[in-house]
């Protein structure tokens, strides 16, 4: 079968965040799905396989980490959009039936694509103790993002400190159920972006994310509610690094952006 790297949210090859693209006839056993994970070896795989017409949803899509399944994955998804429509698979919008219920990405003239997704309720929590240290700075504020997320948002003192970040990984791990978001409002919006972030999820084998279309569905209502602003754009500060567009519309994100596949091959195993 062919199995396919493709980047996403980025324009351009080695940017943005590499995830394989596997489309199937029907879902194989969890293990042998993990094991491909495991060898790609990406934040994450994805696999899909048409659904019968007719239905709610036109793909079955999930998502794997190396070690472990995962509810949401936002560049992905993208990613596997972007391989339906290049390779002629899947024409128009596609909705794809997942563990965060249906979930839809449309097609531009201009070649991006938009990811309709569940936005991510916030609470405000007490900034737990040991979270500065790990972290490597103060927080100013932390929130929960709720079960489909599953971070912890953590709003940084400015963009230059999001930017040296520097944090111990493993001490990240205790204090959220997938990792942590760290987040400031962009310095000069002139340059394109309204809010930086970056994303460390050590509890699923993923130190540092490169560009995560999840951790924007909690990044949208948070910068907008502070900027009185519904579309924004945001830059994920990773050493690959990419730019996510966030529409917040109520209990839905839209979340923005481009692919492109880097590698092409088969899966022999």
Same mark, same amino acid.
């Given at each position: 079968?062919?199995?396919?790297?493709?980047?996403?949210? %980025?324009?351009?090859?080695?940017? +943005?965040?590499?995830? &394989?693209?596997?489309? *199937?006839?029907?879902?194989?056993?969890?293990?042998?799905?993990?094991?491909?994970?495991? $060898?790609?070896?990406? #934040?994450? %795989?994805?696999?899909?396989?048409?659904?019968?017409?007719? =239905?709610?949803?036109?793909?079955?899509?999930?998502?794997?980490?190396?070690?472990?399944?995962?509810?949401?994955?936002?560049?992905?998804?993208?990613?596997? #959009?972007?391989?339906?429509?290049?390779?002629?698979?899947?024409?128009?919008?596609?909705?794809?039936?997942?563990?965060? &219920?249906?979930?839809?990405?449309?097609?531009?003239?201009?070649? @991006?694509?938009?990811?309709?997704?569940? %936005?991510?309720?916030?609470?405000?929590?007490?900034?737990?103790? =040991?979270?500065?240290?790990?972290?490597?700075?103060?927080?100013?504020?932390?929130?929960?993002?709720?079960?489909?997320?599953?971070?912890?948002?953590?709003?940084?003192?400015? $963009?230059?400190?999001?930017?040296?970040?520097?944090?111990?990984?493993?001490?990240?791990?205790?204090?959220?159920?997938?990792?942590?978001?760290? %987040?400031?409002?962009?310095?000069?919006?002139?340059? &394109? !972006?309204?809010?930086?972030?970056?994303? !460390?999820?050590?509890?699923?084998?993923?130190?540092?994310?490169?560009?995560? =279309? @999840?951790?924007?569905?909690?990044?949208?209502? !948070?910068?907008? $509610?502070?900027? +009185?602003?519904?579309? *924004?754009?945001?830059?994920?500060? @990773?050493?690959? @690094?990419?730019?996510?567009?966030?529409?917040?519309?109520?209990?839905?994100?839209?979340? +923005? =952006?481009?692919?492109?596949?880097?590698? $092409?091959?088969?899966?022999? #195993?």
């Amino acid at each position: 079968m062919r199995i396919r790297i493709v980047d996403a949210f %980025t324009d351009r090859p080695f940017a +943005g965040n590499p995830a &394989g693209v596997l489309l *199937l006839d029907a879902f194989p056993g969890d293990d042998w799905l993990q094991n491909v994970a495991m $060898e790609v070896n990406h #934040a994450e %795989t994805a696999f899909a396989h048409p659904l019968p017409a007719g =239905g709610e949803a036109d793909w079955a899509l999930r998502w794997f980490t190396p070690v472990a399944e995962v509810a949401m994955c936002g560049h992905a998804t993208l990613a596997t #959009a972007h391989v339906l429509h290049s390779t002629g698979a899947h024409e128009g919008p596609v909705r794809f039936a997942t563990r965060s &219920g249906v979930l839809v990405a449309t097609p531009a003239g201009d070649g @991006s694509l938009t990811l309709d997704f569940p %936005t991510a309720p916030l609470t405000r929590v007490d900034i737990p103790e =040991g979270v500065a240290e790990a972290l490597g700075a103060e927080p100013l504020a932390a929130f929960d993002t709720g079960p489909h997320v599953g971070d912890l948002l953590v709003e940084l003192a400015d $963009e230059k400190t999001v930017h040296a970040l520097r944090p111990d990984h493993k001490a990240l791990g205790a204090h959220s159920a997938r990792g942590i978001i760290a %987040t400031a409002r962009a310095e000069n919006p002139e340059l &394109g !972006y309204d809010y930086v972030s970056r994303c !460390y999820f050590p509890n699923l084998g993923i130190d540092e994310d490169p560009v995560t =279309g @999840s951790a924007h569905t909690a990044l949208a209502p !948070y910068w907008s $509610e502070r900027l +009185g602003r519904p579309d *924004l754009t945001g830059l994920q500060a @990773s050493p690959r @690094s990419g730019r996510v567009r966030t529409g917040l519309r109520g209990e839905r994100t839209l979340l +923005g =952006g481009r692919a492109v596949t880097v590698i $092409e091959g088969d899966l022999l #195993a």
